[in-house]
């Protein structure tokens, strides 16, 4: 299973951006989709997650600003930000949990897209 996440570049403050992230390998299902972030000299945190119940989680810094959704006949998760402030310059991943076509669990991160806000 492979993640390919793509849609990151630079903005102005006040832009907008989206995200996507589309799986593709021997899956048969997936229960999570998440996006995550890591922004320079921090740790790696949770932007937002959605399951495929349709649960979606988000951070607090990014309520009401981002959106997460999912195509689930692609496989492919998206992350539609607006009003981008410069705290939100960082790497963008997103991650899959679910399982394969052989039924073992996964758990697998994109390579990273990175996002930078500046004017």
């Keep these: 299973v492979q993640l390919q996440a793509s849609g990151g570049g630079l903005v102005q403050p006040g832009g907008s951006l989206r995200l996507s992230c ?3 390998g021997s899956i ?6 998440a996006w995550y972030r890591r ?13 495929d119940g349709g649960i979606s989680n988000y951070a607090d810094s990014v309520k009401d ?11 492919t998760l998206y992350l ?19 399982r394969s076509g052989s039924l073992r669990p996964f758990s697998h991160w994109g390579q990273g897209t990175q996002v930078t806000v500046s004017s």
């Design 22 to 24: 589309a799986a593709s």
């Design 80 to 98: 539609q930000m607006n009003s981008l402030k410069p705290e939100d310059t960082a790497v963008y991943y997103c991650n899959a949990d679910g």
């Design 28 to 33: 048969s299902s997936i229960n999570r989709m």
């Design 39 to 51: 922004a320079p000299g921090k740790q790696r945190g949770l932007v937002a997650s959605l399951t």
């Design 65 to 75: 600003r981002f959106t997460i959704s999912r195509d689930n006949a692609k496989n």
